[in-house]
């Protein structure tokens, strides 16, 4: 038995007294437990108790002073050992101030007064079951951690995540261990993936390597884009580990969930700026088609048959010459269509891997792209169909000015 055993003991058996200054006054009458809780306690090497009054008498320590083996009633002042994490806590949080707690260790033996619990007890209270999942979380959390840092003079401890970026260069993410009592009362918290990775079997698992690496990475874009501290990473599980799958997922079908994203969005700009560049490369030339127009109505002014036909097949000619630049731009279109089709048919046949945000991002692009083509390619029919409406107008003028 310890000493901080001996001192909850002697704590209890005097009714739990005021706690104060991180010690605690007794006044009790004999009995032989407590007798024998204070001889231990007296003859330490330490000094625990001070102030020790047996029926009126000073008892001084260190004077070679024996206590007396018989005695009515006690009146001493005991100050429990706190140079080391072993001692009294008044509470959680001062328990949660504790470098090894930070460190997701609890301390072997230790004392919380407000709700009088003492680490061998046999019964825990739910309180401290929560704390210690949190400390299980925080020990779990930091072997998967590249580095750790307690260098500070702060007696801070902090976990380094790295992301090594594919461009050269890297990106960190330090999450400080600052502990509150709230953190302990965080529910419905799904910790099985650091479970699976703290196992050792999972090491002869499919991808173990590399679903540690996506962890980290994802740690790192999850605390650096949502500038989060450790304690909203606890809070805020649910969606870290979200976005972990996400990621994790996509990479199995060879996609980085971001870059897919990324791809998507650039695949979409790309074919769209082709579309869009396609109609309006016709702009200037189609202008010919209302000059055409006015040629053709200005054929009743005239009275020649040589002026007429050669109005006719001029207007003709500039039909052939629109009609050969639109039917090069709709070929062209159908190129960029077929492109289109090409770069997006991967992301089609595998639309059902993929999570529901990137699956949504495809498909309104695909949308999107469609509803372009589909105008591009009625505006080039209709315009094909109008570039011969001067020469037809034409030729019935002519055909009408013979017949007179």
């Not at 590249?146 to 960190?172: A, C, P, Q, W």
């Not at 048959?305 to 006719?312: D, T």
């Not at 159908?334 to 495809?362: G, Q």
């Amino acid at each position: 038995m310890n000493a901080i055993e001996d001192i909850v003991n002697l704590y209890r058996a005097a009714g739990r007294p005021i706690w104060s200054n991180r010690r605690f006054k007794i006044s009790v009458n004999y009995c032989e437990s407590v007798h024998d809780l204070i001889s231990k306690l007296y003859d330490s090497s330490i000094t625990i108790l001070d102030e020790v009054v047996f029926d009126g008498k000073l008892y001084c320590i260190g004077e070679s002073d024996e206590i007396p083996t018989t005695w009515s009633h006690v009146e001493l002042t005991c100050i429990p050992p706190s140079r080391s994490e072993n001692k009294f806590y008044s509470n959680v949080d001062d328990l949660l101030s504790t470098d090894s707690v930070k460190k997701g260790t609890l301390p072997n033996s230790y004392y919380l007064v407000d709700i009088d619990y003492y680490s061998n007890d046999n019964k825990k209270p739910d309180e401290i079951l929560k704390l210690e999942g949190l400390c299980i979380f925080i020990n779990q959390l930091s072997t998967l951690a590249h580095y750790h840092d307690s260098r500070d003079s702060d007696d801070s401890y902090k976990l380094v995540f790295i992301n090594n970026n594919d461009n050269g260069k890297s990106t960190s993410a330090i999450l400080n261990i600052e502990l509150i009592k709230d953190l302990i009362y965080v529910e419905n918290a799904d910790y099985s993936i650091l479970e699976y990775f703290n196992n050792p079997q999972s090491k002869s698992t499919p991808h173990y390597h590399e679903k540690i690496g996506i962890f980290r990475n994802t740690i790192v874009e999850f605390v650096c884009e949502n500038k989060v501290s450790f304690q909203d990473l606890v809070k805020n599980w649910s969606d870290f580990n979200k976005l972990y799958q996400d990621n994790l997922a996509t990479y199995l079908n060879n996609f980085s969930f971001h870059k897919a994203r990324k791809e998507v969005a650039e695949a979409e700009t790309n074919f769209a700026e082709k579309l869009s560049k396609i109609t309006s490369d016709i702009a200037g030339k189609i202008l010919s088609i209302p000059i055409s127009m006015a040629a053709a109505i200005a054929i009743l002014k005239l009275s020649d048959i040589k002026e007429i036909s050669l109005a006719v097949i001029s207007i003709i000619i500039t039909s052939i010459f629109i009609h050969f630049i639109l039917l090069n731009q709709y070929k062209q279109l159908n190129r960029v269509i077929h492109a289109k089709d090409l770069v997006f048919r991967p992301f089609e046949n595998d639309e059902k891997t993929y999570p529901s945000e990137l699956l949504n991002d495809v498909l309104e692009a695909l949308t999107n792209l469609n509803k372009n083509q589909k105008f591009a390619k009625t505006t080039l029919e209709w315009l094909i169909f109008i570039t011969w409406i001067p020469s037809a107008i034409s030729v019935i003028l002519l055909l009408d000015f013979i017949m007179r």
